[in-house]
């Protein structure tokens, strides 16, 4: 209703960002993950996360819209695609709506929590928001869509192991300008290899850049490694 009202490209703002965690399904069509804030095999009452992020894309209220979807996608055999009335028109300017979003987990698979500091906490959100406070972030501080995908797969693998691999769209297009979502505080953390004394032998590092893992001489003295 406010749109409606409001004027400009993108009546109600730069970016809207719509977060859930808590219970979620797969049908067994596998069709698209959905939310399940109240639901039975005899009462049915869910929100399909796919159409729910397709039409806020198609209505262009927003320029970008973040989504973070830190929910299981178990696949329930008695579940259905629960059908999706709300299907707006495209807006003319809808090609031009950027999309980040993230579920935890492939299909059929479980999201996760686990105790960070003293407090249990989504795996996928603890990773996201690590790397929008810079350990996604190159060497100007500022974190892409591409570096932010990279890192939060990586980063929940190195959690969970690798069969816990979130599913994400970083809405990017190799023929446009990279998207930045952050201008973080910091760079990326900075790690110094220096050994004391003669050492021998190798430690491996992850880089964030590129999710590659690396390997170390430590017998080859002073390093300094973004990682």
């Given at each position: 209703?406010?749109?409606?009202?409001?004027t400009g490209k993108f009546p109600l703002g730069e970016?809207?960002?719509?977060?859930?965690?808590?219970?979620?399904?797969?049908?067994?069509?596998?069709?698209?993950?959905?939310?399940?804030?109240?639901?039975?095999?005899?009462?049915?009452?869910?929100?399909?996360?796919?159409?729910?992020?397709?039409?806020?894309?198609?209505?262009?209220?927003?320029?970008?819209?973040?989504?973070?979807?830190?929910?299981?996608?178990?696949?329930?055999?008695?579940?259905?695609?629960?059908?999706?009335?709300?299907?707006?028109?495209?807006?003319?300017?809808?090609?031009?709506?950027?999309?980040?979003?993230?579920?935890?987990?492939?299909?059929?698979?479980?999201?996760?929590?686990?105790?960070?500091?003293?407090?249990?906490?989504?795996?996928?959100?603890?990773?996201?928001?690590?790397?929008?406070?810079?350990?996604?972030?190159?060497?100007?501080?500022?974190?892409?869509?591409?570096?932010?995908?990279?890192?939060?797969?990586?980063?929940?693998?190195?959690?969970?192991?690798?069969?816990y691999e979130p599913d994400i769209d970083d809405g990017?297009?190799?023929?446009?300008?990279?998207?930045?979502?952050?201008?973080?505080?910091?760079?990326?953390?900075?790690?110094?290899?220096?050994?004391?004394?003669?050492?021998?032998?190798?430690?491996?590092?992850?880089?964030?850049?590129?999710?590659?893992?690396?390997?170390?001489?430590?017998?080859?003295?002073?390093?300094?490694?973004?990682?």
């Amino acid at each position: 209703e406010k749109a409606k009202q409001a004027t400009g490209k993108f009546p109600l703002g730069e970016r809207l960002y719509v977060y859930y965690a808590g219970h979620g399904y797969n049908a067994t069509t596998g069709q698209q993950s959905m939310i399940m804030p109240r639901s039975t095999p005899e009462t049915w009452n869910v929100v399909p996360m796919v159409p729910l992020r397709e039409s806020l894309r198609l209505r262009a209220h927003f320029q970008e819209v973040v989504v973070i979807f830190d929910a299981c996608r178990d696949t329930l055999g008695y579940g259905v695609d629960a059908v999706w009335l709300d299907q707006p028109q495209a807006a003319l300017n809808s090609n031009q709506v950027r999309v980040f979003s993230a579920f935890a987990s492939k299909t059929g698979k479980k999201a996760k929590e686990v105790d960070f500091n003293g407090r249990w906490a989504g795996v996928l959100t603890q990773a996201f928001l690590a790397g929008a406070k810079g350990y996604a972030a190159d060497e100007n501080g500022v974190v892409y869509a591409n570096a932010m995908k990279r890192f939060v797969i990586a980063a929940v693998k190195d959690q969970l192991g690798i069969d816990y691999e979130p599913d994400i769209d970083d809405g990017s297009d190799p023929n446009d300008p990279p998207w930045p979502l952050f201008q973080a505080a910091r760079k990326l953390p900075r790690i110094v290899i220096q050994p004391v004394t003669v050492t021998s032998g190798k430690a491996a590092f992850r880089q964030i850049l590129t999710g590659d893992t690396v390997e170390i001489d430590l017998a080859a003295g002073t390093q300094v490694k973004e990682v």
